[in-house]
């Protein structure tokens, strides 16, 4: 997660629990990523946002296909990060970098 601040700057802490007040509820990733970033987008004011979240899925594992170590990425982008293509590269590409 990321977001370019215009002016309120949040601790690490405080990001972390937005995303387990959201991830608490029963839904689907993508709905979760879009809240995530909406959330930040309308509280915060920031020039962009930026949310890219990993999730394992126990369905995947306890139930149907059973494939442990499932995962899926969805990503959310608002602001500079969705219209500004060398920002939403340079957001990106530093979530990314310890993928490689």
Do not use: W
């Not at 990425?73 to 939403?88: A, C, E, N, Q």
Request: charged residues 25%; contains cysteine.
């Amino acid at each position: 997660m990321a977001y370019l601040p215009a002016g309120q700057v949040l601790g690490v802490s405080k990001l972390a629990r937005i995303v387990d007040s959201f991830a608490r509820r029963l839904q689907v990733q993508e709905r979760l990523t879009d809240q995530i970033a909406d959330f930040l987008m309308k509280n915060l004011h920031p020039t962009g946002v930026a949310v890219v979240l990993e999730a394992r899925h126990s369905c995947m594992t306890i139930r149907g296909i059973q494939k442990p170590g499932a995962s899926m990425v969805t990503s959310s982008l608002r602001g500079i990060f969705k219209r500004d293509p060398r920002s939403r590269s340079e957001v990106l590409t530093l979530m990314h970098a310890d993928r490689a």
